[in-house]
């Protein structure tokens, strides 16, 4: 039982690029969810998903972009780069009452 | 709209002492409630979470918390600190939309 695995663990962009952080979960879970977190601010919720199909913003959605066509995978994506991007984004699913996280991905535009 | 606050930022407490963190929300309804401990570049990790029944919660590390509906509060207690338990320490509420606070960080003097 894998949990909630993360892709890529670090990652340096370009200012303008784009690229999509892939998160999986093997749980079957509906819930799933996209954070940031930066020194001094915690977790701050991007988007996140009910289940296949549906998506919605959260508390720090602009520059994001996500999909939910399967259970299992919610990807990230970057649409262009900028460094106020640079942070750690932590994806997680979610039973009843019970959060599950990946590892989390390092990411630095400059 | 959702909120969490930890107002307190920076902790410090002598070793062998007594702590308490406390946590702030506001939610529509009442939500889970979780208490997640984080060491310097490491992941979350669970302490403990609420969701219904005993208001008094039992986790692990020798960490409890209390459920105060009137006061929207779930604050986290230990009766004993240890130097190991310095790290920083996040709230989270919600139901599917997780919310964090923006952290406390413990600080232990021997």
């Known amino acids: 039982n894998a949990g909630v695995t993360q892709t890529p663990k670090f990652q340096v962009l370009k200012t303008g690029q784009s690229m999509t952080l892939q998160c999986a979960q093997d749980m079957n879970h509906e819930y799933m969810s996209w954070y940031r977190q930066d020194p001094g601010m915690g977790l701050r919720l991007i988007h996140y998903s009910v289940g296949a199909g549906i998506t919605d913003q959260g508390e720090v959605p602009n520059g994001y972009n996500v999909s939910r066509s399967t259970t299992e995978d919610f990807p990230l994506r970057l649409l262009s780069a900028a460094p106020s991007q640079t942070s750690v984004y932590f994806c997680?699913?979610?039973?009843?009452?019970?959060?599950?996280f990946g590892e989390g991905s390092w990411l630095t535009v400059v | 709209a959702q909120s969490v606050t930890q107002p307190d930022i920076h902790i410090t407490v002598s070793e062998g002492a007594s702590l308490e963190l406390r946590c702030n929300y506001s939610?529509?309804?009442?939500?889970?409630l979780f208490w997640y401990v984080q060491s310097p570049g490491q992941g979350l990790q669970l302490l403990l979470k609420?969701?219904?029944?005993?208001?008094l919660v039992q986790g692990i590390k020798g960490f409890e918390a209390e459920f105060k509906r009137s006061q929207s509060s779930f604050n986290l207690r230990k009766p004993s600190v240890h130097w190991s338990d310095a790290a920083e320490y996040f709230c989270?509420?919600?139901?599917?939309?997780?919310?964090f606070g923006a952290g406390t960080r413990l600080t232990v003097k021997p």
């Open positions: 989270a509420v919600g139901v599917r939309d997780m919310r």
């Open positions: 939610y529509g309804a009442t939500p889970y």
């Open positions: 997680a699913s979610m039973s009843r009452n019970t959060i599950y």
């Open positions: 609420y969701f219904s029944g005993d208001t």
